[in-house]
């Protein structure tokens, strides 16, 4: 693993304040409440009666009783959303479904104290790798388009996941985890008030699969975050989050059909492989002004490269259906910068219980991506990709480019009367691509400057009963501008890609009955144009070009019931279609058809049970259910059977049950996992290969064995 190399970072200063109430006032009156608090609507405190959208949270505690070894055992508790990896092979690599089929494009947001990790238009979905867990406080998801305070990326969903504060005298812990999928991690933290103004979490990780179930899917990763608090004053507060990562793994690729069915486990890659290295600081300066005004300078520098020998280009040449034993890759390297800046400004007014947002940003991030030829060498025998050659300078893309993003937005909430809370909020992006073919007259296409631009509303309404009782409304437009590295490799007058665009209309409610009974639904009608889609070109070639309309329409719930202080049942689900409007591929109309790997059904069951003892001893046991209804994986009618007869691929879904359970005594923890409890076959993800004529599947995990333990000071 590469080293980390220091470099000097000049800290934006900055201003924050709370107005009317303290966060920690607005925490008690939010426990009276029995309500939760989140900050991801709109980058401040809200309570979720103020929301005029469908958010889910993870609290302190569900993440400490999860013990997950993966961001995906978290988020996939939240109704409607479906992080689809492999627990025994893709080491993080992952698809996303929220409100959409399961893929990488851009339509979720990953966010960082509120803050966007990766830069728009650089494939943000690898940022999830940038990750450090540990650090993890809490997490928020708002579903559906947040654009009008995000920007562009923010369609399906928003994840934003809040780093734990200093605590308040010196803590920590180490901890050591282990499962027969060829993991171990290890992970330690520490926190302390060091001063009455200084404050510092430190948290990092280690982890490794080494000779795991399925072939060629070692990896190592080391994560470190470090955040500093200092108080200048009771007024003027200081925040700083470093985040460092070094990560590699292998690139096990998918299955075919007769593997998977037959349990054959055995990778046809060799040398495939994904290494990234990222650095991120950003910085924050709390201001209190006064009751009614607060603002907030932010400044973020990220520094991150990824190099690739990826499974999914590689393709192997047949002759009559046989292979001839050689084929083609590509090596590609992806390295950028950022520097950005962000100012936000809220104002209390004193009539209606009314506010305004008004905030600017500005996100400047060069970006260097080359990507060359390999020579593959195939073994006919077995299908298996066993050496390559570079063929150095033979470039597929070379270029440079400045993506300036710069934006400005506002958000005004009012309460005409108190039961009733009317937000409306207006954002302006404005995108330029500064490209420089660094091949120019060998291969890409010309230098060129693009813009795109696109202003964002949002319109919404919250009606609250009483304290427990709540419902909403909201209408709201989604964004987002071609990635950089897919706008320049496809280019052409047939691909030329066009952003795309997103109207989105939901109604919800929510019902608490304090400590017994907690119910969140959402209805809702995502349509939209220009939808970004992966189809295979002549040469079994992944290519990215627009749908003409799509629409994903459903409905999402949430329910958490207390029978007893020490049970809890807790389920969460939905229901979604997802159809191609208006499509055509290769002159076929798809126009009114299910669109491809999306599952109409999603689910997840907690059955837990808590007990706590006198003398510091207790445990906790959880049952969970992971379901994932069948969904076609090619276009619907796309199989010609030679006969005048047409068929859709599909995969039949699966249902997965997991165990965990967790004994803690004083400052000790240990646990155990068992996944896959009746060692069910099924794909994290499956797709169909119309030049196979068959389905490949991403592998889930067969039954294993996780193992933790914890020493808490």
């Given amino acids: 693993m590469k080293n980390i190399s220091a ?119 690898n940022a999830l790798l940038e990750m450090n867990d540990v650090s993890f406080g809490r997490i928020e998801v708002l579903k559906g388009p947040a654009s009008s305070i995000y920007g562009s990326e923010a369609i399906g969903g928003s994840f934003n996941f809040i780093t734990k504060n200093p605590t308040e005298k010196l803590s920590g812990s180490i901890g050591f985890q282990t499962n027969d999928l060829g993991l171990t991690r290890y992970e330690f933290e520490i926190s302390d008030q060091v001063s009455d103004k200084l404050g510092f979490y430190l948290g990092g990780q280690y982890g490794q699969r080494e000779d795991g179930l399925i072939e060629h899917s070692d990896y190592e990763k080391l994560a470190v975050t470090l955040k500093t608090v200092y108080e200048f004053s009771p007024t003027i507060k200081w925040t700083t989050v470093f985040d460092i990562v070094d990560y590699r793994s292998d690139m096990t690729g998918s299955l075919s059909e007769n593997d998977f069915n037959g349990g054959n486990f055995e990778s046809d890659q060799t040398f495939t492989e994904r290494e990234a290295i990222s650095f991120r600081v950003r910085s924050t300066v709390d201001k209190f002004w006064d009751d009614t005004n607060k603002t907030s300078f ?50 209390d007014f004193s009539f209606a219980n009314s506010s305004l947002i008004l905030g600017a940003t500005a996100d400047y991030s060069p970006q260097d991506y080359s990507a060359e030829t390999l020579d593959i060498i195939v073994d006919p025998d077995t299908g298996r990709n066993i050496d390559f050659t570079l063929n150095s300078g033979d470039f597929i893309l070379n270029y440079e480019a400045n993506i300036f993003n710069y934006a400005s937005f506002l958000q005004y909430e009012i309460s005409p009367i108190d039961a009733l809370k009317v937000t409306a909020a207006l954002r302006y992006d404005g995108f330029e691509y500064d490209y420089n073919n660094l091949a120019d007259g060998i291969v890409g296409v010309d230098d060129a400057v693009d813009n795109f631009n696109n202003l964002t509303p949002k319109l919404g309404a919250n009606y609250n009963f009483n304290t427990k009782t709540g419902i909403y409304a909201n209408y709201s437009q989604g964004f987002t501008p071609p990635q950089v590295s897919t706008l320049y490799r496809n280019r052409n007058e047939l691909r030329g890609i066009k952003p795309s665009r997103y109207n989105n209309y939901e109604l919800g409610g929510y019902f608490t009955v304090p400590s017994k009974l907690k119910v969140d639904a959402a209805i809702y009608v995502l349509e939209g144009e220009n939808t970004l889609i992966t189809l295979r070109d002549e040469n079994d070639q992944f290519f990215n070009t627009n749908a003409g ?12 019931w207390y029978p007893t202080k020490e049970l809890s049942l807790t389920h969460n689900g939905s229901y979604a279609m997802h159809r191609y409007v208006e499509f055509f591929d290769s002159g076929i109309d798809y126009s009114d058809t299910d669109r491809e790997t999306a599952p109409n059904l999603l689910g997840t069951s907690l059955l837990t049970y808590r007990k706590d003892f006198e003398n510091h001893f207790g445990f906790n046991v959880t049952a969970e259910h992971e379901l994932v209804g069948s969904y076609n994986t090619s276009f619907e009618n796309q199989i010609d059977n030679q006969d005048g007869t047409f068929e859709t691929a599909e995969y039949d879904g699966h249902s997965v049950f997991n165990l965990r359970t967790t004994i803690y005594y004083k400052s000790f923890e240990i646990w155990g996992h068992a996944l896959n409890v009746f060692d069910e076959l099924y794909a994290a993800r499956a797709s169909f290969n119309r030049f196979r004529g068959e389905n490949s599947f991403t592998i889930g995990n067969p039954r294993a064995f996780h193992f933790g333990a914890k020493y808490n000071f």
Avoid: C, W
């Fill in 7 to 125: 470099f000097a970072i000049a800290l934006f200063i900055g201003v924050y304040s709370y107005a009317q109430q303290s966060y920690e006032e607005k925490v008690a009156d939010s426990v009276a409440l029995d309500e939760v608090l989140v900050t991801s609507a709109s980058r401040e405190i809200q309570k979720r009666s103020e929301v005029p959208g469908s958010i889910a949270t993870l609290n302190a505690k569900s993440i400490k009783e999860t013990k997950a070894f993966g961001i995906d055992q978290l988020v996939n508790q939240v109704p409607g959303v479906f992080m689809s990896t492999s627990r025994a092979a893709s080491n993080e690599q992952h698809f996303m479904a929220v409100r959409s089929p399961i893929s990488t494009k851009a339509l979720f947001l990953y966010l960082e104290d509120g803050l966007q990790i990766r830069p728009t238009s650089v494939f943000n979905h």
């Fill in 298 to 347: 932010n400044f973020i520098v990220r520094d991150n490269r990824m190099d690739q020998n990826p499974s999914y280009r590689i393709r192997q040449f047949r002759n009559q259906g046989q292979l001839t034993g050689l084929g083609s890759g590509e090596l590609n390297s992806n390295r950028f910068k950022s520097f950005v800046g962000l100012v936000q400004h809220k104002l």
């Fill in 549 to 560: 309309k799509t629409r994903s329409y459903g409905v999402e719930y949430g329910v958490t």
